[in-house]
């Protein structure tokens, strides 16, 4: 690194674009009921998201090559301008298939980003830094969060969705002309060229595009959808094992059953969110602004939970941490699917439901990442993280797409409360399933950092 200057400018920089990936995020949930009803095609609903996730899916791993062949910076800033490039075609999106275009470039650009600048953290900085450096993001990620949704809300309210899009641009432009000069005066590349492993990055796509043929089928619903489905099912059941862990127990246990918890717990989760502001806003007529309060809510039970995992005092196993918060996304979402089968019901149900579903993922989430930390051999630290990503994907693109196609298939000719009741109740099942895996994973200790031998891993 090119003198302290030079690094604090850098991590400011970072740290601004992971603002603007997080604000995204959160702002576009709130913005796409706008969207839809703008652009027609609210079939096509559930693809502005599954489209990103499917394209993350395929970029996590390709990144996680080149970055390892090359070192961190050409993949970061390639992921910085194409994530840049599909916030413009997103904002200028004419129609729905535009906008779907757009989401997938942003998933391409984001998992690039997102893998290379994990990276460069671990080669530019020494351990010290990079601990305060991951604390700063974390703050980045959930500072969005907060006022994200409710901003968003606004911003349609008072000008269109499309701003939403136009308004992430100018932090990514000030994040990355802070960050383009240090990475000029530093040498990231390895020591020692690795291997690009293509076949890692076809079966990447392979996975990414079986996931498109299944929830395509699923939208369909025709003679051709079972040749869909197969296809885009062989396709995973070929592409996913090479991307797992290699010391990977099929029966459950261990490493296995953290993999699957995160997977079905996240596509449960992610599935209901999808649809929670449109719901709100077709089953009960709320504004925009109220609807991204109410994810902001749901913020709240996350950070609860988080900060929770983190205490020394809680004497609960890595495991138990896991089993609590995977049972508290299906409660939150089984009280969410009361709320839409009852749309009379009063709307502080729906925010406590999904307080309880955010708190659940706020207690999942790093609980399965260090769980994989715990079971993971320092040779295999890597592609484990790395399976646990490929797994949250893949879950958040499948069962999205899922509720998506019943979506579909069911807006214009049932009621709203059986729609989006429907979507609700699959996420239930999709998230007992989670449940199920996460009682597979036996005891993980929770490491504590006052016992020497058994403390954290980074």
């Known amino acids: 690194m090119s003198g302290k200057a030079g690094r604090q400018w850098l991590t400011i920089g970072l740290m601004m674009c992971v603002m603007a990936i997080s604000f995204e995020s959160y702002a576009v949930l709130t913005a796409m009921p706008a969207a839809a009803r703008d652009l027609g095609n609210v079939g096509l609903y559930a693809w502005t998201f599954t489209a990103f996730v499917i394209a993350m899916t395929f970029s996590i791993v390709a990144s996680g090559q080149f970055s390892d062949r090359y070192g961190p910076i050409q993949p970061m800033m390639w992921g910085f301008g194409i994530f840049a490039a599909g916030l413009v075609l997103a904002a200028l999106a004419p129609t729905m298939w535009v906008l779907l275009l757009a989401r ?14 994990m990276v460069l953290i671990a080669r530019a900085y020494d351990e010290a830094s990079r601990a305060k450096l991951m604390m700063w993001f974390s703050a980045c ?4 969060a907060f006022v994200g949704p409710p901003l968003a809300g606004w911003i349609v309210q008072v000008s269109s969705w499309h701003f939403v899009f136009w308004s992430v641009l100018p932090v990514m432009a000030i994040g990355g002309a802070l960050v383009l ?21 076809l079966l ?21 959808s079972a040749l869909w489905a197969a296809a885009g099912l062989a396709a995973i059941v070929f592409g996913l094992p090479p991307l797992m862990p290699k010391s990977i127990d099929w029966s459950g246990r261990g490493i296995a059953g953290v993999v699957g ?4 717990s996240a596509g449960a989760f992610f599935g209901a969110q999808s649809f929670l502001t449109l719901m709100l806003i077709d089953e009960r007529g709320l504004d925009a ?12 039970g996350w950070m609860t939970g988080a900060l929770l995992q983190s205490q020394s005092w809680l004497s609960w196993r890595r495991d138990q941490m896991i089993i609590v918060g995977v049972a508290g996304i299906a409660a939150g979402i089984a009280l969410l699917a009361v709320t839409a089968y009852l749309p009379e019901s009063w709307i502080g149900l729906v925010m406590i439901a999904w307080i309880i579903a955010g708190f659940g993922m706020g207690l999942q989430n790093p609980s399965t990442s260090l769980a994989v930390m715990q079971l ?13 990503q490929v797994g ?24 709203a409360p059986f729609t989006f009741g429907g979507v609700m109740v699959m996420m239930v099942l999709v998230g007992l399933v989670a449940v199920l895996l996460a009682f597979r994973i036996g005891p993980v200790a929770n490491r504590s950092s006052d016992d020497p031998a058994v403390q954290t891993p980074g």
């Open 104 to 117: 997938f470039t942003q998933g391409l650009g984001a998992g690039t980003m997102n893998v290379a600048v």
């Open 376 to 388: 993971s051999d320092d040779d295999e630290l890597g592609r484990n993280t790395s399976s646990l």
């Open 181 to 201: 000069r240090p990475l000029r005066n530093i040498e990231l590349a390895p020591e020692e060229p690795h291997e690009l492993k293509k076949r890692l990055m």
């Open 204 to 224: 990447a796509a392979a996975v990414a595009a079986g996931l498109a043929l299944i929830q395509w089928a699923g939208q369909r619903l025709d003679l051709w």
């Open 289 to 300: 602004v109220f609807t991204g309060i109410t994810l902001t809510i749901g913020s709240i």
């Open 261 to 264: 918890a995160r997977l079905f």
């Open 141 to 144: 990620w959930m500072v969005p």
């Open 392 to 415: 949250e994907s893949l879950g958040s693109s499948l069962f999205t797409g899922l509720a998506g196609a019943w979506f579909a298939r069911f807006h214009d000719t049932a009621s």
